[in-house]
């Protein structure tokens, strides 16, 4: 099996579990897992949330060995365990009976998923697992800010508007000798990105049109995807497409 989504989940009232994700475990050692985090008050069904949208996408590669799964922000717990039996792993991250599995996992998600993917990257890193890739969209919590140091390369896009994104200016490493910062970059009304990282104070350079959602804008989400694609042709995946520079 190539590469497996979770995209279709019963009714309303669903609450997501460990079991009901697709992806099977252990998998081999080399494989990839994408897990992407929905904000608040999205649900896994709705095909219409840019980051199903997205999952979608990568799924259409059919690259080997890549696995893409989505997850409510609520539902961590469930994501925590699979990545745990994905890499052979017990909840204080020893081998099980399995043997450990050496897993390339790359988080994206916005607003609570964001904040959930962070969380998750944390205690990832209490378990000594590494996370090649994070992407935060419009992520806003305090504690979204630091990013663990098993945490290779991260990137948050945001926007200043109040009808555009609104998240957290800045994230930095926790140690930047191990976490790459790829950039803070807010996004504008004419479709420009602004790298803040460097910058002293946050500019408002948008200035969206009421009605306009840019944190569903295809040009946020290509950028993801971007992200996602050139951690993929770095890894030498076969068939992963160098993205657009």
Known sequence: MALAVSLAWPAAGFA????????????ASGSTLILGFLGSGERV????????QLAQRLRALDLPGVYVETAEYSRRSAALKLI??????????????????????????????????VKLAHELKQRSLPVALAVEVDSSASQDELI???????????GTH???LRGRTRIHAEDSE????????????????VDM???????????????DDPESDPQVWNRVEDYI???????????APAPPH
């Open 84 to 117: 745990e039996a994905a890499s052979g792993r017990d909840e204080k991250g020893r081998c099980t009976s399995v043997g450990c599995r050496e897993v390339r996992i790359l988080l994206y998600g916005r607003g609570a998923g964001a904040e959930a993917l």
């Open 229 to 239: 694609l050139d951690e993929l042709h770095r890894a030498g995946i076969p068939g």
């Open 178 to 193: 191990k976490t790459k910062i790829l950039g803070n970059l807010q996004f504008t009304e004419a479709g420009r990105w």
């Open 45 to 52: 069904p709705d095909a219409d949330m840019p980051v199903v």
């Open 197 to 211: 990282s460097s910058r002293e104070e946050e500019q408002d350079l948008s200035a969206h049109k009421p009605g």
């Open 148 to 158: 663990p140091a098993n945490v290779a390369r991260a990137a948050n896009l945001y």
């Open 16 to 27: 997501q579990r460990r079991r009901d994700f697709i992806t099977p475990t252990p998998l």
């Open 162 to 164: 109040r009808l555009s």
